[in-house]
């Protein structure tokens, strides 16, 4: 009698046993699904790739690679005030005002005096040795770069000894007087460079060439502006109204 108790105790048992388990294993494969989305939802995000002395010649490459194979991009803004180029390598950007015709025509470009202005432009000049010094005063408002200068060696008459033959005495009115014969000066022309500021005096000098002998005790010899270039006065900004 007590066999048949415990048999029948260990029947129930494993009867359990098999219900737990059966139970169980259907729960886990209709929860699989569930499991692996949240699996995948709580998976933390790749650690970024470190770069050491083992990948660094590769990683180098790589970047090399993308810059090489990346162009410039050239891109306005809406209102077409703002220039943009990006590249790898860097991004620069330009922005336009109501004053960029300034950038399509450059105020440093020297240019001719105006006659008016030129006249303005006075001093005194010396010879020495073979330079030539002009102390210019400036009384312009313009910035002069340069000048133009006419310089002349005048040629005297030729003193050499003629014979004309025997001397005759002749009145005034009965012939006509023959007028004096004048060689023609010599002329050059000297540009002299440098920077004289508006309303200032400033010394130019140039080489003058020896065989003109113009440093010569006696010899006579003028000089004249006959041009300049220099950077006009900046206009004064409009008042905005």
Known sequence: MRFKGYLGLELAFLGLVLSV???AQTDSEVSLGDL????RKTKAPEAATIVDNDNLSKVIADVENVRLSTKPRFS???AGKKFQVSSPDGTCSLSF???ATALLT???VAQDLPPSELAKLDGPATIHGD???LSLYNATTWSVKEITLGLTIARGADTKAQ???AAKLLLATAEDVVPAEKRSDLTVLLHLKGTAAALETTVFREKVDASLNASEPGQEWHWAI???KGIPPTPAPEDSK
């Open 21 to 23: 388990c059966a139970a």
């Open 36 to 39: 692996a989305r949240s699996l």
């Open 76 to 78: 306005f803004d809406g």
């Open 97 to 99: 005002n109501a004053n």
């Open 106 to 108: 450059s105020p440093f």
């Open 131 to 133: 330079t030539l010094e």
């Open 163 to 165: 014979y004309y033959g």
């Open 226 to 228: 006959v041009g300049a």
